[in-house]
Every structure is written in structure tokens, then in C-alpha cells.
């Protein structure tokens, strides 16, 4: 009590006596009464936390209101969906989608000052970025379609793919492959309810072209140069040397045991010479005659590389499910099924899987059934016109 003024610290009750002094008329006069004291309204409470990101919770924050007493929030879904508030301090908001919630504070009322609450306010949750996208094909082939494939990312939306630059094409999430080099591609994962779309680097798919062989054509070893390297080649005791090597498979087992380098040059033009008439059986033969001979005088533990082939021909692996059909080898054939089966094989390898198709001789080679016969011939053919896609 100061003079006529009456100060509180606390709710509740005063007692308080009035006197009025005496004076040369009037005795002192005296009274008491009881004050009652209430609480006082808080200052206006708000919810300052008004922004968010998808996925991650967001921290509540207020202004405003009065006292001491503990703040805590109450959430709704607005256009989000599982708005949901810790338990306990510090109280963070989080959800189950991106969009908006309606968030109430509420202070809580102390010895001083009756319980205040926000006024519900909108929360908005904007959508997230995703996760890096990155492009995972990165190697294709000439006139295979390549499976275009992504890792990371996130949420549902549909991932799409362009082709920045490079000789290659793109249907779906299917890479079509025209020439060897490099293709560009940008991978985008689409927004959805939740995220950001979001892109790959554009990424580089290197793509394999088809391999030379260095070989040599049927009428190379049927005519003058290649008859000439046939018969200069190197013999034991008189025997030719690529004469023995040939008969160690069964369809050339017709070469004598003694022949001369002279007389394996007779019998390479006698085999060519029987393609017109022999069939498929006699074309297989003839074409498979030329692959080993292109890889005897290809190899330096063999004939030598007398033929000038880039490497030895009976190294090279070959895709036997996209055997060049022509020249260029810009159209294929599946022979797999005829090499037993297996989608690649080197081509000495290829030599021993259709020697064990044949007897002695080669009259009787894959139970005589011409479709085989015929994707045999193709994969010797292929090599001996000098362009295969690498296995």
C-alpha cells in the first residue's frame, strides 16, 4: 500500500482498514473491507511457425501471451494428411503428406494470468527434394535395345528418359542403339503429392560397335593368295603342318594323315567347290574350313599371322545372339541355340562345339536339320566377312 494505491503480487484477497483522520469537528473514523483480486487476460499467443518441408518435423515456435505457464500445441489435417505433434517439448509437427495443417496453441494459465490460446493457424508442409536420381545403364551395343535403369529418387512418380545427344533413340524406358560412340541420356523421376521432380546428370551409355576379325573371305583360300600361303606353309617330315591341325576336327577328317601343303590347298577348293551342290551340310563345312583357317594363319603359335588380323581370330569372343547377317553387320541373326547353347564363345570354342555336332567327315552334322545348319554356317560366316559384336 502506497498512499491510496493498492498493489498486488498475487491473486486472491486483501484486507484492507481505511481511517479518516480527526479534525476540530469530527472524531476519527475507521473502516475495513476485503478486495478481491483476479487474474488478468494473457497478451495475445501466436503460433510463429508457419512453414515446412515434407518429411522433415518442424520445430513450434509462439509469440505473445503472458506469465508462466507451459505453452503446448493441438494439430488438425488441413489438406495434409497425419498432422500429429510430439509428446513432449521441444514439440515439433510432423506429417504424413504434403499441404497444410491447423495448428492451436494454448498457454497455460499461472497464479497471475488466465489460460490464453492461439487462434488456429495454417501450417503449410511445401513438397520435398528428392534423393540424387542416377542413370545405371551406362554400356550398350549396336542393335541391341538397352533396358534403361535408375537407382535413387524418391516417392512414385513415373521416371521418364530423353537422349541429349549421341546415335541412339528412346521408347519408354528402351534404348535403341544405331552406332558405336556414346549416347547422352537424362533419367526424371516426376513430382508427386509429396516431391520435387527431380533429374539425373545427363549420363554417358557407351556403346560397343562391332569388332573386327581381320579374316578372310572363301575366296581368298579357294584362289590365288590364300592358296599360295596354304601351300608355303610349314610341314613335319613332309606333312603339312595346318593339314594335321585341320584334321583334329571331325568335319575335316577327309584330309589325309600325309597330306602335303599342296594337297590341304586342293582340299580347301575341293570343299568350296561342293558348296552348290552339297547343301547345308556342305555350306557349314566349307564356311567353318575358312573361320579355321583365318584363325591357323592368324596366331603366331600356330601358322603365324600371316593374314594380318588385328589379334588371333581364335580369340575373339562373339555375341552368338546377335550374329551379323551382313556386311556391315547392321542386321542379326540368334544362333545361340545352335553353340549349346550359349550366348557368347570364343571362336576356337565355337570350332570344338560344332566338330562335336559332326561325324567324321562332316556328312552327318546336327542331325541333318537344315535351320541348324544354317545358324551354324551364319556365325562361321560372319567372322570370315570380318565384323562380329564382341561377347
Known sequence: MSGSTLSNTATGECQVTATKAADTNYNVATTSGTIRIGKESQAALLVESTSGTFGEPLTLQTSGGSGSGEVTFVAADGTASGCVVSASPPFTLSVGSAGTCLVTATKAGDDAYDEASSAPTEVTFAKAIQQPLLLTSTEGTVGQDLALTTSGGSGTGEVSFVVDSGPCSVLGATLSITASGACFVTATKAEDGNYQAQSSASTSIDLAGPVSTGARQAGFWQNGAGQKMIKSGTATAGVCDVGTWL????????????????????????????????????????????????????????????????????????????????????????????????????????????????NSGGSTWYGNVATDLGLARQAFLSINRGMVIGG
Do not use: H
Not at 551382313?326 to 542379326?332: A, K, P, Q, Y
Not at 550366348?343 to 565355337?350: G, P, R, T
Open 247 to 358: 584334321r583334329g576336327w571331325a568335319p575335316f577328317q577327309g584330309l589325309t594323315s600325309t597330306a602335303s601343303c599342296a594337297n590341304v590347298a586342293a582340299y580347301v577348293t575341293t570343299v568350296g567347290g561342293a558348296v552348290k551342290k552339297g547343301g547345308p551340310a556342305a555350306q557349314l563345312k566349307a564356311e567353318m574350313l575358312v573361320t579355321a583357317l583365318n584363325v591357323y594363319f592368324s596366331d603366331a603359335a600356330l601358322g603365324g599371322n600371316r593374314i594380318g588380323a588385328p589379334a588371333p581370330v581364335g580369340g575373339i569372343a562373339v555375341d552368338l545372339t546377335r550374329v551379323c547377317t551382313d556386311v556391315s553387320c547392321t542386321t542379326f541373326v540368334d544362333s545361340s541355340s545352335v553353340f549349346g547353347p550359349a550366348d557368347a564363345l570364343l571362336v576356337s570354342q565355337m570350332l570344338d562345339y560344332a566338330a562335336s555336332q559332326s
